[in-house]
Each structure stands twice: as structure tokens, then as C-alpha cells.
């Protein structure tokens, strides 16, 4: 019994995408850049040549925020996304009619069709692979050059990420909603 | 908003292939039967990546005798516990269906890639055939054979085997096409190579080079992880180091080296230089002085030449010199201009005149681990002739030689004697080099050509035969010492059996070796008058043995013994073990070695670091030999560096993204699933007035070639100057993936060299962009 959640020091990244990498190789996600589980977004940078404003261009590492109220949740009508005993959103590919509510609920864009299983597919912190195998680390965690993710658990107030969170200034995405996001944007 | 190089999965066109793995692996079932994992017998071993030329080290796990992932290996000081998206793509090298899978032999034209598959022995039944009619035709002169590699790895061994064992002295590597001149600068002006303590600077400034396009362990995790440091970042774009700099210099291209003279005359004339520093090691300081005052290397001279402002360019110069622990990063990267040695040579002045070398956060000198070299008895030919790619060059590089010289002359006749054979091993010539005709030129008049490869590159699509090496994750590799500062010994582990009939580089060359041994030893007989006097003294057994001709003398036992009883003899029993368990091995590693925070190690506690080293050295202000060849012996800006862009014509500049390592990884199917292929950057207000738009195909031509590629207008990149990514536009047809994606720079680059180190310039093209179709 955990609580997991995420740490992003988001600044630290360089857009290398050894975490997209990561993750497809670990869980097996279908090629195709329509198919997969986290992304880094990039915005465009501001001014003309060579007048740019360089601090306007940030990366932005993203994924399923991991909600603890979780909008994709509480609209399947075939309890095909559950919440597992550490906390994590996951999704039971035998429930799922892909009626693809989920993702029109999904306020992140963080569900697909994940059309070899047949189901609506998103992160779910390695779970069923790393974790399960008793790994403490998820496959973009521990392959990210930069170090950029944080990983653990929430309710123990030893763990690293509980530490960060109360040292270091950090928001959520969309907080607005209500959604309550395990994933924590550090400013 | 932008589709192209932005990364919103929204925006990226899918690729329907599934690679090997897709179908082979457990890790790619669906979640419900992944607890099936739990019977499958599933071991991590670790090795040393080889997708790029930086090695990081990894663990593979492996289930059912299947790679299913690759993660970091925590224990290497050198990359700090990461892997980035190529390394994590090595499976799909190692499971892409285009390998190189058999021996092959030509069948049809050079070049039709029409060949036979047939077994190693005939095919070096084959190779034997023609090497003897050519050594014969020669007289026994080895160097008819020349032998190239562009591999990191096994890159001695192979020297050993074709310059030590058969006798050529034409080996070419890609020292000349890549960082020979910043690798010679720096040697000459302080006597080493050095390595830059990135960690320990509190103010880098990155000219020629880009850390986060083009990841060094552990440079490019240092610097972003630094805490107030300040990093200032010179580049005609703006790349991601760029974007994540403190400040970012856009430069005009090639012109470097004025700014660094600026800095010099500033750091002279202001005094701001270490003062006690340059009284203690400085030879020629006074001469360097009054060369750079009395040439008005000023700010605003600087400024007309590099379009930074004078203003910045003061500020810089001061800000460098007055920070704790400045550090002007060394970058390894390509040759840029026909000034490079000059530009890298002022970049070490630099750091000398700050004092920043053998100290924390300079250029440190540090301690690498010893390995001690296996030796082994080279015959003597008297008949193989030098090399002669050098002549004309004032230093070049005695082992890797220089390319653009070496075919120049093959080709123009000025060559002292014919080459006829070419051994290729990993190293793709028909891409990785300025004017690929000329290359392709330089082929056709080979006898024979063998490639060593793992796929089929577009030079393995040139070869009359074709040996099927092994991939990285399929092989063990001789142990190898890695770094200065945090040293270790790293051991690549074979993690699986080699696929098809792929054989790793030694059993290749030792097979080679019993079958070439005997017929090239006649040769010699029939030829080599020595050889002939030592038969007459001792007989042929003994004249045989004593002259080490047996070719095959090195592989008398496998790697895997030779490391057992290399590293078992040196560093004792423990470190073996640990080397084969861990994948890497130094001195306290067990004590050292800390994970710090979630994810995070530290290698070697502080006061264990090397920063400085008592080593007598001297920081050369003045070379003698370049001013007795007709070259500058300090850094000068001469007007023949000014580049005039024709009317309508733009300056080509070339680089790389971060999931390619050139041509390499083009056809790897996950890396282009996260970058489909190569664009062509140019500045959004050309583009506009030339009705370019995003996505349209753009005709590229220069006085050499012609291209088509997809347009990039970005505001990144200045309106005179465009750019696009190396290692795209292969015509082998063998490779799916890579076959026709992109446009191939070295279609447009023209073969310039500079004459200090012999290395191409990869800068200095300018050509003409005009729409082709939407």
C-alpha cells in the first residue's frame, strides 16, 4: 500500500525523449507517434532571429497526471479504470468497450487507443511491469539523463518525493478542475 | 502551431511497422498476461552501449535468451546512471530485420546492391583470392590495402590485426571528418587532451559544440545539473543548449575564433588575466601579447566580423575572467571552418589565461586506470610503403590520417602507389564525408572491397563482400578505462547470443587470419628480401614464428579469457568479478559509490577527486612548426576566413538531433518513431518572401549536388544561414527505414580541408533554396 505520485523538476529538461523511449520499450507500446503514454511538449519560442527571448521555450514532460479525482474514472461505465492499491489510475483492458469517454473526460489528452489490446491506454507508473517485479523506479524515472522525475510515495513522509514537495515551491496542472493531480510540477 | 520538431504525439505522422521485438518480447503483451513474466527466467547483464560514440553503460535484461529492456547502470562514474533514447533504442538495432545477417558476396554491379549469401569460409575463400593477386601485383606492398574504421570499440585491435599483423600503414578513422584539430589543439598548446570538469565550473562558456543535441557523459548531465553555474552559449542557432543557456550568443557561422582573439586582446589589454598562472607555465606569453595588441583584436572589430555586440562581447570576456571557476568548454564536435585549429587553439588560450587547467572546473588532467596493452609480435615488411595521406598537412593525425587527402590523391593520380583493396568496418564513407561522389569515386577503383558492418549501409551497398559483425548487445568486448577525474574500467558483457551468422570483429579477424596466414606469408617469401635472408639463417618454421607472421596470434584465446586473465592480473580476482557483475569496476567503488537522492549517485566523494595532478607542463603560446610550414604560430584571423555569400545564396551549416548518431541510427525503427526525418531549418521571413511554407519540399543545390527535403521555417536561425541534420537520405534500399528519408548533407557539402590536421570543413558550402512542390 503506497500512495505514488511524481515529481517533475521540468526545467531540467532538454527535450531528448529517452523517456518516450523508455517507456515504449518497457511497456510495450505500439509504434506510432498517436500511441504513447507520455510525451514532452514544447512551445514555440518568442522574438525574431536573433532577438529571442529563450527563457520563453520550456519543455514540458507530460503524461497522465495520475488524479486522485479522476475524471476518466468516474465517467467509464465498466469500472475498466479503477484505482489500484497504491492509488495509481489504471485500466482493465477485459472491461474496457473503448466507448472512449475516458478520453473525452481526460482534461490532460493523456488517453489513447491502444488498438493491440483493444483498450483506452495511458501511464500508469509502470505498475503492472517495473513495479510489479518489485523495481522501485518507473522506466522514464530512472532512464531520464537529467534526472528530471522524482518518484514515491506520497504518504510516507520519509520518502524523497514527500521531501521535495515540502522544500520546493510546485504546482499542478489545471488545478482549477479539481482533479487533484499526483504529478507535481516543480518551479 | 509548429508540426515539425515539436513534440505533441498530435502532430507526428504514425509508422504502422512493428520491429522484431514488437512480436518477440514479453514486455509487449497487453497487461493482463504480463504476470506470465514470473515463469520466464530473467537475468541483467551488464554492458557498454554502443549506439553512439560517447559509451554508456547499461543492464540488460534479458528473458527466455531475449533483450526486453534496456535500463542505466548505476555503478558507472561516467553516465551517471542515464541512458538516453538512442541507447534505449539499442534493441531495436540488435532485432532490426534489416541486419546484416550472412556472409554475402556481389553479384551484380558496385553499387546495385545485388548480391549471393554464402558461408564465411568462401567468403574468405574469396577475400584470400584477391589479396593475392594483389599483394603479388604489388610486390608484397601491404599499403595497397588500406583499412578505415569508425567504431569506437575494438578500434586497436583492429589496427593491430591490418597495420600490425598484415602491414598496412593506411588506416583512416574518423578523427578527420570529426574532432582531430580540437584534439590537436589542445595537445599542442598544453601537452594533453585533457578532459573539462564540467561539474566543478561555475561559468561555462559553450562555442562549438552543443551538449544537449549531442550528449558526452557526463558533460551534458553536469552541466544542467550544476547549481549556479552560468552557461553561455555561442551558435549560429538556436539549439536546446541554447534554449536552456543562461545566455544565448547567436554568432555569425565560422567566426568563432574572432571572438575568442577578442577575448584574448580584452583579457591582455585589461589585464584580467591569471597572473600568477601565466608567470608560472606561459612560454611566449610576451610574444602572444604583442600579436594580439598590436593586431587590434578589439571588441568592435570582433563585432563586425561575428555580429555580437562589442558591448556583449566585453561583458563576456569580464564576466569570464573575474567568475571563481571559469571554464571555456573544449566541444568535440565537427570541423566547422577552414580557421578550426586556430578557433579550438584560442579556446585552450583561454582557459590557460584564466589559469583554468589542472584545476577544479578547468581542463583537468586527472588519472586515468592504466591498462596494460597486449603485446604481440608484428612481422617486418620491407616492402610496404608509408603512408601518404599526410603529405601537404602540417600535423595531421599519424594513426587516423586524413580522408579528404587520402582520396584526393587516389584520385588524382598523386598518390605514390596504387591502393586496391579497402577493409570498411563501421564506417559508413558514403555518407560520413564532404562530396559523396568523389567517395563513391574513390570505391570504383578498388579490387576489392570488404565491409564490416551490422546493417546495410549505403558503403556496404559499394562492397564485394559483405562479413555480418555481431551488434553491441550480442558480444564481449575487451575491458576498457574510461575518464580523468572520476576514472573506472567498464567491461561490455555479451547479453545474448549472436544473431544469425553474425560473428563479433575478433572471430571475424581470426578467421580471416587462419585463412589468410599462409598465402600472404608466400608472398612475402616470393618478395621480402629479409624475410628471405632470415629463412636462409633459421629456415622457413623459424623465420615464420620469430617474424610473427601468424595472423591470427592474437586470438589464440577468446575475449572472454583474454579479460579474465588481463584484469585478473592487474587489478586482482575482485575486480573481475565485480567488472562481470556490475560492469564496472575502481578502486573503493564499494565504499565510494552512494545513491544521494531518488535516482541519483555519486561516484567518488569529493576530497577522492583528482582536480589537480603534480605533472610538469608548459602552455604554449607559440609553435614553432606551424610558422616554419607557413602557418600561423598563434591564433590569427586572416582575411581569407571572411565567408562571401553569393547573391540568393545562403551558408549550409550541419549538425545533429539527439536521437541520431549520424548515419547510424537513421534506420533504427524506434528512434524514428520519435523523429520521422531530417528538415531543412531556415529563417521564417526567407522562407515567407520565398513562399516557402511549413511541410513543403525545397530544392537545396550547391556547386556540387542537389537535394530535396521538407521545410522548417523557424524563427531559430539566422536569414543568410540554413541547416539540416546529418545522417538522413541513404540509398540503400536495404534499409526500410532510412531508405530515401531525408536529404543526405554530404550531397551538398564541398571537399574543403584545412591543411593543420587534415580534417573536412563542414561549414563552408553555400547553396540556393528554391520550392519544389508543396
Known amino acids: 500500500m503506497a500512495r505514488y505520485g511524481m515529481a517533475l523538476d521540468y526545467k531540467n529538461c532538454i527535450n531528448c525523449k529517452a523517456c518516450e523511449t523508455a517507456c515504449k520499450e518497457e511497456n510495450g507500446i505500439l509504434m506510432g507517434a498517436d500511441k504513447h503514454r507520455i510525451w514532452v511538449g514544447t512551445g514555440e519560442i518568442e522574438g525574431q532571429y536573433p532577438l529571442l527571448d529563450i527563457s520563453s521555450n520550456a519543455f514540458y514532460p507530460s503524461q497522465c497526471q495520475q488524479c486522485d479525482e479522476a475524471p476518466c474514472e468516474a465517467v467509464c461505465p465498466t469500472q475498466a479504470t479503477y484505482y489500484d492499491e497504491n492509488g495509481v489510475v489504471r485500466v482493465n483492458p477485459d472491461q474496457c468497450i473503448l466507448c472512449s469517454y475516458c478520453m473525452n473526460a481526460c482534461p490532460y489528452d493523456a488517453r489513447y487507443v491502444e488498438e493491440r489490446g483493444m483498450t483506452i491506454d495511458k501511464c500508469n507508473f509502470c505498475s503492472d511491469t517495473r513495479l510489479a517485479r518489485g523495481e522501485t523506479t518507473t522506466a522514464c524515472q530512472n532512464t531520464c539523463p537529467t534526472k528530471v522525475r522524482i518518484f514515491g510515495d506520497l504518504d510516507d513522509p520519509n520518502s524523497e518525493i514527500s521531501e521535495v514537495l515540502r522544500t520546493r515551491e510546485h504546482y499542478s496542472l489545471k488545478a482549477h478542475l479539481g482533479t487533484?493531480?499526483?504529478l507535481f510540477y516543480l518551479t | 502551431m509548429k508540426k515539425i520538431e515539436i513534440s505533441r504525439r498530435k502532430f507526428l505522422q504514425g509508422s504502422v511497422a512493428l520491429c522484431v521485438y514488437a512480436t518477440s518480447s514479453s514486455a509487449t503483451v497487453i497487461p493482463k498476461t504480463t504476470t506470465k513474466t514470473s515463469t520466464k527466467e530473467t537475468t541483467n547483464i551488464p554492458y557498454l552501449c554502443n549506439m553512439c560514440r560517447n559509451k554508456c553503460a547499461g543492464f540488460a535484461r534479458v528473458e527466455d535468451g531475449i533483450v526486453t529492456k534496456l535500463n542505466p547502470n548505476q555503478y558507472f562514474p561516467k553516465s551517471r546512471n542515464m541512458l538516453c533514447p538512442k541507447g534505449n533504442a539499442g534493441i531495436d538495432a540488435l532485432y532490426d530485420r534489416d541486419r546484416l545477417k550472412y556472409p554475402l558476396i556481389r553479384i551484380g554491379k558496385r553499387g546495385d546492391g545485388k548480391y549471393k549469401r554464402v558461408t564465411w569460409d568462401e567468403a574468405y575463400e574469396y577475400i584470400k583470392d584477391k589479396l593475392v593477386k594483389i599483394f603479388d601485383e604489388q610486390k608484397d606492398n601491404r599499403s595497397t590495402l588500406a583499412?578505415?574504421?569508425?567504431?569506437?570499440?575494438?578500434?586497436?585491435?583492429?589496427?593491430?590485426?591490418?597495420?600490425?599483423?598484415?602491414?598496412?600503414?593506411?588506416?583512416?578513422?574518423?578523427?578527420?571528418?570529426?574532432?582531430?584539430?580540437?584534439?590537436?589543439?589542445?595537445?599542442?598548446?598544453?601537452?594533453?587532451?585533457?578532459?573539462?570538469?564540467?561539474?566543478?565550473?561555475?561559468?561555462?562558456?559553450?562555442?562549438?559544440?552543443?551538449?544537449?543535441?549531442s550528449l558526452i557523459t557526463p558533460d551534458s548531465i553536469d552541466m544542467i545539473k550544476a547549481d549556479k553555474q552560468k552557461l553561455v552559449v555561442i551558435d549560429p542557432r538556436c539549439t536546446v543548449t541554447a534554449i536552456k543557456a543562461d545566455e544565448w550568443l547567436p554568432i555569425n557561422p565560422g567566426t568563432d575564433l574572432a571572438l575568442c582573439l577578442a577575448m584574448i586582446y580584452i583579457a591582455l589589454k585589461d589585464e584580467l588575466y591569471n597572473k600568477e598562472y601565466v608567470k608560472k607555465y606561459f612560454d611566449d606569453f610576451e610574444k602572444l601579447k604583442k600579436h594580439i595588441l598590436n593586431s587590434n583584436y578589439t571588441a568592435a572589430w570582433a563585432e563586425s566580423k561575428t555580429t555580437i555586440s562589442a558591448t556583449k562581447i566585453e561583458k563576456l570576456t569580464k564576466d569570464f575572467f573575474s567568475a571563481k571557476k571559469p571554464l571555456f568548454y573544449l566541444g568535440r564536435r565537427s570541423v566547422w571552418a577552414k580557421n578550426d585549429f586556430q578557433f579550438r587553439r584560442a579556446m585552450v588560450l583561454i582557459n590557460a589565461l584564466a589559469g583554468s587547467i589542472n584545476t577544479k572546473g578547468g581542463i583537468i588532467f586527472g588519472q586515468p586506470i592504466k591498462l596494460p596493452d597486449e603485446e604481440i609480435n608484428q612481422p617486418y615488411y620491407s616492402n610496404a610503403q608509408g603512408r601518404f595521406d599526410l603529405e601537404g598537412i602540417v600535423y595531421g593525425s599519424a594513426k587516423g590520417g586524413s580522408w579528404l587527402n587520402f582520396r584526393e590523391k587516389l584520385l588524382n593520380g598523386t598518390a605514390p602507389y596504387p591502393v586496391k583493396a579497402m577493409f570498411i568496418r563501421k564506417h559508413n564513407l558514403m555518407q560520413n564525408m564532404p562530396n559523396i561522389q568523389k567517395t563513391k569515386k574513390m570505391l570504383e577503383i578498388m579490387d576489392l572491397i570488404v565491409v564490416l558492418d551490422t546493417i546495410p549501409s549505403d558503403t556496404a551497398m559499394m562492397a564485394d563482400v559483405i562479413l555480418p559483425e555481431s551488434t553491441y548487445l550480442e558480444r564481449e568486448d575487451m575491458v576498457v578505462?574510461?575518464?580523468?577525474?572520476?576514472?573506472?574500467?567498464?567491461?561490455?558483457?555479451?547479453?545474448?547470443?549472436?544473431?544469425?551468422e553474425s560473428r563479433s570483429m575478433q572471430d571475424i579477424l581470426k578467421g580471416l587470419g587462419n585463412k589468410l596466414t599462409m598465402p600472404l606469408f608466400e608472398i612475402s617469401m616470393k618478395y621480402d628480401e629479409e624475410l628471405q635472408e632470415s629463412i636462409k639463417e633459421m629456415g622457413k618454421i623459424d623465420a615464420f614464428e620469430d617474424g610473427g607472421y601468424n595472423l591470427s596470434e592474437l586470438y589464440k584465446h577468446d575475449i572472454s579469457t583474454r579479460n579474465k586473465t588481463l584484469i585478473t592480473k592487474t587489478f586482482g580476482k575482485e575486480a573481475y568479478k565485480t567488472l562481470k557483475e556490475k560492469g564496472v569496476w575502481y578502486p573503493n567503488m564499494n565504499n565510494y559509490h552512494k545513491e544521494i537522492f531518488n535516482n541519483s549517485y555519486e561516484y567518488y566523494p569529493e576530497d577522492k577527486k583528482l582536480y589537480t595532478i603534480n605533472r610538469k607542463y608548459r602552455v604554449k603560446c607559440y609553435i614553432d612548426k606551424l610558422d616554419k610550414h607557413g602557418y600561423d604560430a598563434m591564433p590569427t584571423w586572416k582575411d581569407s576566413y571572411d565567408f562571401t555569400l553569393p547573391d540568393k545564396r545562403f551558408r549550409l551549416i550541419t549538425g545533429r538531433y539527439v536521437m541520431f548518431t549520424q548515419s547510424a541510427t537513421t534506420n533504427n525503427i524506434m528512434l524514428r518513431d520519435i523523429m520521422k526525418t531530417n528538415h531543412i531549418w531556415i529563417n521564417n521571413a526567407v522562407a515567407k518572401k520565398l513562399d516557402i511554407a511549413e511541410g513543403d519540399i525545397v530544392e537545396i543545390k550547391s556547386n556540387i549536388g542537389r537535394v530535396e527535403i521538407l521545410a522548417y521555417p523557424t524563427n531559430k536561425i539566422a536569414p543568410n544561414v540554413v541547416f539540416f541534420s546529418h545522417g538522413f537520405g541513404s540509398s540503400s534500399d536495404e534499409l526500410e527505414q532510412a531508405f530515401g528519408n531525408g536529404a543526405n548533407d554530404n550531397q551538398l557539402i564541398e571537399d574543403k580541408m584545412e591543411n593543420i590536421y587534415g580534417c573536412a570543413v563542414m561549414n563552408?558550402?553555400?547553396?540556393?533554396?528554391?520550392?519544389?512542390?508543396?
Do not use: H, W
Not at chain 2, 600503414?169 to 584539430?181: M, Q, V
Not at chain 2, 576514472?487 to 547479453?495: D, F, G, I, M, V
Not at chain 2, 563552408?764 to 508543396?774: F, G, L
Open chain 1, 180 to 182: 487533484k493531480p499526483k
Open chain 2, 147 to 213: 583499412y578505415c574504421n569508425g567504431e569506437g570499440f575494438n578500434k586497436d585491435e583492429y589496427i593491430k590485426f591490418f597495420g600490425g599483423k598484415i602491414g598496412s600503414a593506411n588506416f583512416l578513422d574518423e578523427g578527420s571528418i570529426c574532432l582531430n584539430t580540437k584534439l590537436g589543439a589542445t595537445l599542442l598548446t598544453i601537452g594533453d587532451i585533457g578532459e573539462p570538469d564540467v561539474a566543478g565550473s561555475d561559468f561555462i562558456i559553450m562555442a562549438g559544440a552543443n551538449r544537449y543535441e
Open chain 2, 481 to 500: 578505462s574510461f575518464n580523468r577525474l572520476e576514472p573506472s574500467l567498464a567491461l561490455r558483457n555479451q547479453t545474448v547470443k549472436p544473431l544469425y
Open chain 2, 764 to 774: 563552408e558550402t553555400d547553396v540556393q533554396i528554391k520550392k519544389a512542390r508543396t
